[in-house]
């Protein structure tokens, strides 16, 4: 198969969740002090509802913020490196089926990552919070490398016989897995380069 990493995108590609808390901001909501660090669900962060954050995530993917999300990490560094040694993206995110704000993530990785193709055909955007499995099965066996910071999808990942390395954050830093977890993309890049 080609040389093709499949990939997250918020919180691997791009800074969700900071521009996910300025946006928060301008709405009049700010991180509660001393939350769990380790806890995945930004309700705890927030101390609100499940029912209430989901309602501003999905609000907050379809505004024209999601277009201007900041670079992660060091990902601006190596994503171009591994493009321009012969390596494609297929970004595999739980976005928005909004076609605008389709669009906007597509514009956004393509000016954040001059150079690397992102286009309609390897930028796959599933419903807000969707579950992964469908997305991800025609990979199954392939042996591909699935970039993910969530952990249950990092799983399924590999569960599905894929090459799985998790970005470590507060929520997954302490999982228990038998895949890598790196800080940033140097560490993927090394990986990769290993292999």
């Not at 946006?23 to 995945?40: C, L, R, S």
Request: net charge negative.
């Amino acid at each position: 198969m080609k040389k093709t990493i499949l990939t997250d995108c918020d919180g691997v590609l791009l800074d969700w969740e900071r521009g996910f808390e300025i946006w928060m901001g301008e709405q009049g909501y700010v991180k509660i002090p001393d939350f769990d660090v380790t806890a995945y669900g930004l309700s705890v962060h927030y101390g609100m509802t499940k029912d209430k954050i989901k309602k501003l995530i999905r609000e907050f993917n379809s505004s024209a913020a999601i277009g201007y999300l900041q670079p992660f990490r060091d990902a601006t560094r190596y994503v171009p490196a591994l493009y321009a040694e012969g390596w494609d993206f297929v970004v595999i995110t739980s976005l928005s089926k909004d076609r605008y704000s389709i669009q906007a993530r597509i514009d956004n990785l393509s000016r954040i990552f001059p150079g690397v193709y992102f286009g309609k055909e390897n930028v796959i955007c599933l419903d807000t919070g969707a579950d992964k499995d469908e997305a991800l099965a025609p990979y199954r066996d392939s042996g591909l490398y699935w970039i993910e910071d969530k952990d249950a999808n990092a799983q399924l990942g590999h569960d599905l016989g894929l090459k799985t390395i998790m970005l470590s954050h507060g929520h997954n830093e302490t999982a228990k897995v038998n895949f890598p977890i790196v800080k940033n993309w140097e560490e993927i890049y090394e990986i990769i380069e290993g292999d």
